[in-house]
């Protein structure tokens, strides 16, 4: 990292430092998830739910299970709808209820 004489300055590279590696992150889970068996990708979404790294804080529901390959936009709206949830949500902002019954009804779909 340069040395910055404005605090100002120091703060925004930090701050754009940040974003890159949630955007870095993002994109190696998403493609992570595209080499995976259906299931499997459900799963790995399931254990993500419960880890909540930051990465997923700003990620939309939608987005999230939008990653999983070959999961019908039926299986999704029904996944959402058993949460209580709209796919605009963010993982950060799910209540522990929602967090719960999402994680309940993925793991239906995975186990089917």
């Known amino acids: ?13 930090q701050a754009l430092a940040i974003g890159n590696k949630i955007r870095y992150d993002r994109a190696a ?13 459900i799963l790995k979404v399931i254990e993500l739910l419960e880890d909540n790294p930051r990465f997923v ?10 990653y999983v390959p070959r999961l019908n936009y039926k299986t999704k709206a029904r996944a959402l709808r058993a949460a209580s949830c709209s796919e605009n949500r963010t993982v950060e902002r799910l209540t522990s209820r ?3 019954e999402l994680i309940i009804e993925l793991d239906a779909i995975a186990s089917k």
């Open 57 to 66: 804080h700003s990620l939309k529901i939608g987005d999230l299970l939008n």
């Open 29 to 41: 889970f998403k493609t992570e998830l595209k080499v995976m068996k259906k299931n499997d990708a």
């Open 98 to 100: 929602q967090r719960f």
């Open 1 to 13: 990292m340069t040395q910055v004489a404005d605090p100002k300055a120091a703060q925004r590279i």
